[in-house]
């Protein structure tokens, strides 16, 4: 029994000193980053060298205006070869008469001129001008206001003394549309020179700056004939109305593509 005891302590004993042996527990070994931070401020808008999502390099102006005169400078001068309008004239009157492409009109209505309806078919907006809500002409795209600019004043008696003039006499043009009853502005003649000669609009109507396949020397024929497109019509149909091919009827008007729009004046015969 009493070795029986004896060996029932010695195992106890045993267990208990093993139970009091401290654990030790390894810790993970941690890494110290470096973090290098650059002290100079980067801009991430280089004003001289944005680009788009494309990668390809946009360009800066200074004020909406040059921006204005870069965007449509090119249909300005195409409508010179058709029209004989000189694109400096054209272009002066689309900054004033639409704040430089900023005004309602412009914005809402791709109506750089401020041409009000007068019998017309296509879509309209109104705005307030000498009188509250004004019909005024509503166009898909800026470029059938510059043609509708061109047939305005082409088409117009009053205006036919301006086409004896040289492209280049800009101040003649500036005053004379005045005189013929455009604007009543005492000063817009001034206004027009004024933002000419600043901006150097006189270069366009010598052809500079844009390479174009329009000859700005083409003479305006008194009978030219035009059509406004009205639902249903196409390219075709106008051909086979007018006796011209379709391609014709495209370089006459300057299309790309064989897309109309209700309203839209096409020229069928120069």
Wanted: one cysteine or more; aromatic letters at 10%; hydrophobic letters at 30%.
């Amino acid at each position: 029994m009493n070795r029986f005891l004896m060996l029932v302590c010695v195992v106890f004993a045993f267990y208990s000193c093993k139970a009091k042996k401290p654990v030790v527990v390894k810790k993970p070994k941690t890494r110290t980053v470096k973090v290098v931070t650059n002290k100079k401020n980067v801009n991430t808008q280089n004003k001289e060298h944005k680009t788009d999502n494309g990668g390809k390099s946009t360009k800066n102006y200074a004020s909406s205006t040059e921006q204005y005169i870069d965007l449509h400078k090119e249909i300005a001068q195409q409508e010179m070869g058709l029209y004989g309008i000189p694109a400096s004239i054209t272009l002066a009157q689309g900054i004033l008469e639409s704040g430089s492409g900023r005004g309602r009109l412009s914005l809402q209505a791709n109506n750089h001129f401020g041409i009000k309806c007068h019998g017309w078919t296509g879509a309209k907006i109104y705005h307030d001008d000498d009188k509250k809500q004004e019909c005024f002409r509503k166009y898909k795209d800026a470029k059938y206001s510059f043609r509708d600019h061109s047939l305005f004043l082409s088409e117009r008696k009053r205006y036919s003394a301006l086409f004896k003039l040289r492209k280049e006499d800009y101040k003649g043009w500036a005053k004379g549309l005045r005189a013929a009853g455009y604007a009543t502005d005492k000063k817009y003649p001034q206004k027009l020179i004024s933002l000419i000669e600043r901006y150097k609009l006189y270069e366009l109507d010598k052809g500079r700056s844009i390479n174009t396949d329009v000859k700005y020397d083409s003479p305006i024929k008194s009978k030219r004939i035009t059509h406004t497109v009205s639902k249903g019509d196409t390219l075709y149909a106008i051909s086979r109305r007018y006796n011209i091919t379709v391609k014709e009827l495209q370089n006459i008007n300057g299309l790309r593509s064989t897309t109309l729009d209700i309203g839209q004046v096409l020229i069928v015969k120069p």
